[in-house]
């Protein structure tokens, strides 16, 4: 048996079934009836026809009308890190609640996406971005191919470049997690980050290297950079040979998330006990079982993509271009368990 292909309701099935001109319905179901002059007995008719016969809005039809399609995009690195996945979670209930839908799109961290990325969001008439940078990739790059779109970016930020950014105390907490392992005893400490030119990696590893350095602290032997393609292979191989007995390692702070799994699980591995042979603050909650509480910088999701959100509102629907820049106060977190 075939199956009948279901009728798409018109805006003037509606106003044939209440008796209204097409335009009343159109008033009612774009929230203008004021603006029309339409009775509330008569808004109230049209919207329980439009429930019952089950009118979907033409989003397309709407955006081309009204210039704004009500859809934002998320562009973010990772969608498998938990701290990605967290922010994509929080923003897109923070959008809905808006009234506003949201495409979330994952880089990689391959540049060579970017580009068509971009090139497809345009096409698709986003009203505007929020972006988590690739990494490794140059300013002047994200300049050539930034469209005339609003955009803002999230956790990770250009020094020199005008746009809108949301991100954490990188510095400040960065100092306050060194100072934590200083105040348990620490002195030999390993720092463990990427090699990367983005400010937010740079901001922790100079509030790393202050702190120690104020503290006649500071081995430069014992920061390691490693490349996010190869991070698993590169962080293993340096915690292999620097936690060697004569190293005298005693303190480890890691620069992200991904790190700070990868560090906890290699050291488990290596039968070293976690906060007795070696201290450990992460940045990010550590999910690995270790049966030991892990400190760590805890960052306010909720707040960045509140912020992030009505930061790129204010730029879709103000014609005013200045960049605006956002800092959130993380925290530290001590006792987990």
Same mark, same amino acid.
């Given at each position: 048996?075939v199956k009948?292909?279901? /009728?798409k309701? +018109?805006?003037?099935?509606?106003?044939?079934a209440?008796?209204v001109?097409? +335009?009343t319905?159109?008033?009612v179901?774009?929230?203008?009836?004021?603006?029309?002059r339409? +009775?509330?007995?008569?808004?109230?008719?049209?919207?329980?026809a439009?429930?019952?016969?089950?009118?979907?809005?033409?989003?397309l039809?709407?955006?081309?009308?009204t210039?704004?399609?009500?859809?934002?995009?998320?562009? =973010?690195?990772?969608?498998?890190?938990?701290?990605?996945?967290?922010?994509?979670?929080?923003?897109?209930?923070?959008?809905e609640?808006?009234?506003?839908?949201?495409?979330?799109?994952?880089?990689?961290?391959?540049?060579?996406?970017?580009?068509?990325?971009?090139?497809m969001?345009t096409?698709?008439?986003?009203?505007?971005?929020?972006?988590?940078?690739?990494? @490794?990739?140059e300013? @002047?790059?994200?300049e050539?191919i930034n469209?005339?779109i609003?955009?803002?970016?999230?956790?990770?930020?250009f020094?020199?470049?005008?746009?809108?950014?949301? #991100?954490?105390?990188n510095?400040?907490?960065?100092?306050?997690?060194?100072?934590?392992? *200083?105040?348990?005893?620490?002195k030999?400490?390993?720092?463990?980050?990427y090699?990367?030119?983005?400010?937010?990696?740079?901001?922790?590893?100079?509030?790393?290297?202050?702190?120690l350095?104020a503290? /006649?602290?500071l081995d430069? +032997?014992?920061i #390691?950079?490693?490349?996010?393609?190869?991070?698993?292979?590169?962080?293993?191989?340096?915690l292999?040979?620097?936690?060697?007995?004569?190293? /005298?390692?005693?303190?480890?702070l890691?620069?992200? @998330?991904?790190?700070?799994? =990868?560090?906890i699980? #290699?050291?488990?591995?290596?039968?070293?006990?976690?906060?007795?042979?070696?201290q450990?603050?992460?940045?990010?909650?550590?999910?690995?079982a270790?049966?030991?509480? *892990?400190?760590?910088?805890?960052?306010?999701?909720?707040?960045?993509?509140?912020?992030?959100?009505?930061?790129?509102?204010?730029?879709?629907?103000?014609?005013?271009?200045?960049?605006?820049? #956002?800092v959130?106060?993380a925290?530290i977190?001590?006792?987990q368990?």
């Open positions: 048996m009948k292909k279901s /009728h309701v +018109s805006m003037q099935n509606i106003a044939d209440v008796g001109a097409r +335009s319905v159109s008033f179901l774009n929230g203008k009836e004021k603006e029309g339409i +009775s509330k007995e008569i808004a109230q008719k049209v919207q329980a439009a429930k019952a016969m089950n009118y979907q809005i033409n989003e039809a709407r955006s081309l009308r210039g704004s399609s009500n859809t934002i995009a998320l562009v =973010i690195a990772d969608i498998s890190d938990p701290f990605f996945g967290t922010l994509a979670y929080y923003l897109q209930e923070y959008a609640s808006k009234g506003y839908a949201m495409i979330i799109i994952n880089t990689g961290e391959k540049q060579e996406r970017l580009a068509p990325i971009i090139t969001l096409n698709r008439q986003v009203d505007g971005i929020i972006m988590v940078p690739v990494s @490794g990739i300013e @002047g790059k994200i050539q469209p005339d609003p955009m803002v970016f999230i956790d990770r930020y020094k020199t470049l005008n746009t809108s950014r949301v #991100c954490i105390n510095y400040e907490v960065s100092k306050m997690a060194t100072q934590l392992l *200083i105040r348990k005893g620490c030999r400490i390993v720092f463990i980050s090699r990367e030119s983005l400010m937010h990696l740079q901001d922790r590893k100079r509030g790393f290297v202050d702190t350095s503290n /006649h602290l430069e +032997s014992l #390691c950079e490693v490349d996010y393609h190869n991070r698993q292979v590169e962080t293993v191989e340096f292999k040979k620097i936690l060697e007995p004569a190293n /005298h390692i005693d303190g480890i890691t620069a992200t @998330g991904g790190l700070s799994s =990868i560090a699980r #290699c050291m488990a591995n290596m039968g070293i006990k976690l906060q007795s042979d070696v450990v603050v992460a940045f990010g909650r550590v999910d690995t270790v049966g030991v509480s *892990i400190p760590y910088v805890k960052q306010p999701m909720e707040e960045i993509c509140r912020y992030s959100f009505d930061i790129l509102m204010n730029r879709i629907k103000s014609s005013d271009s200045k960049a605006i820049d #956002c959130v106060p925290s977190v001590t006792d368990i």
